[in-house]
C-alpha cells in the first residue's frame, strides 16, 4: 500500500545545531508540504513542493528550507534551530489535481530544541 | 484573505450523544472544503469533503453540508462513541490560493463512556 513516513519520529537538538527531518511518500504524488503544529495554532504552512525541484515558501518559512529533488521526497531542514522551533512536525502530499485534492499525512515528528 | 473559524474546545459529549462542531470560512474564490480527523498520536486523515455549494460529505455517520449563503460547513453526528474521541480540523482548499490547504485550529472532542 502506498505510504507517507517522516524520520526521525522524535527527536531532541540542541540551539544552533542544524536539522533535517526527512519525509518520504510512496503515492508518487506531485505535491508535498511541510506543516508544523503547535497548541492554539492549529496547522501551519512551513514550506511546499508542486513538483521536481519547485519549492515554495508558506506562512512561517524564516528558518526552514527545503529541496526536491524526486518526486517521493520533500526533507526540511533547520539551519540553526532555536527553542521557538520546539513543535510537531507533519509532512503531507497530495496528488496535484486542483483544489479538491485530499491531503495524506504523516505520522509525525516531535523536534524538541533546548 | 482565506481563513477558517471553528469553534474552540474542548468539547465533552456522553456517549451516544448529538455532535455538532461549528465551522465558518472566508474565502476569495470558489474553495472545496474538508473536515480532517487526527487520532492521539497520529497525522491527520481526512474525514470528509465536499467541493461546491449545496453538497454533502458523509463518512463513518459523520456529515457536513456546504452553505455558501452562510459560509459553514458544521460537522455533525447523531450519536457519537468514545472511539470517536480525537481532534476534529476544517479546512478550505482555494484556487485563487494556489490549491493550498487552510486548515482551522482544530477542535478537541472527549466522549465519556
Known amino acids: 500500500d502506498a505510504e507517507i513516513t517522516q524520520s526521525p519520529r522524535h527527536k531532541i537538538t540542541e540551539t544552533g545545531r542544524q536539522v533535517t527531518l526527512a519525509c518520504h511518500q510512496t503515492?508518487?504524488?506531485?505535491?508535498m508540504f511541510w506543516y508544523r503544529q503547535d497548541l492554539g495554532h492549529g496547522l501551519r504552512l512551513i514550506h511546499y513542493?508542486?513538483?521536481?525541484?519547485?519549492?515554495n515558501k508558506g506562512e512561517v518559512s524564516d528558518g526552514y528550507s527545503v529541496s526536491r529533488s524526486n518526486t517521493e521526497d520533500l526533507p526540511l531542514t533547520l539551519e540553526s534551530a532555536a527553542s521557538s522551533q520546539t513543535s510537531v512536525y507533519f509532512c503531507?502530499?497530495?496528488?496535484?489535481?486542483?483544489?479538491?485534492?485530499?491531503?495524506?499525512f504523516g505520522p509525525g515528528t516531535r523536534l524538541t530544541v533546548l | 484573505g482565506n481563513s477558517v473559524t471553528q469553534m474552540e474546545g474542548p468539547v465533552t459529549l456522553s456517549e451516544e450523544a448529538f455532535l455538532t462542531i461549528n465551522c465558518t470560512y472566508t474565502?476569495?474564490?470558489?474553495?472545496?472544503l474538508f473536515w480532517y480527523v487526527q487520532y492521539p498520536g497520529e497525522g491527520l486523515q481526512l474525514l470528509l469533503k465536499?467541493?461546491?455549494?449545496?453538497d454533502k460529505g458523509s463518512n463513518k455517520g459523520f456529515e457536513a453540508t456546504y452553505r455558501k449563503e452562510t459560509t459553514s460547513f458544521h460537522l455533525e453526528k447523531g450519536s457519537v462513541q468514545v472511539s470517536d474521541s480525537a481532534v476534529y480540523f476544517c479546512?478550505?482548499?482555494?484556487?485563487?490560493?494556489?490549491?493550498?490547504?487552510?486548515f482551522g485550529a482544530g477542535t478537541r472532542l472527549f466522549v465519556k463512556a
Open positions: 479546512a478550505l482548499s482555494d484556487p485563487t490560493g494556489g490549491f493550498k490547504t487552510i
Open positions: 513542493s508542486y513538483g521536481v525541484h519547485d519549492t
Open positions: 474565502a476569495t474564490g470558489y474553495p472545496s
Open positions: 465536499a467541493t461546491k455549494a449545496d
Open positions: 503515492w508518487n504524488h506531485n505535491n
Open positions: 503531507a502530499s497530495s496528488e496535484g489535481g486542483g483544489n479538491t485534492d485530499t491531503q495524506y
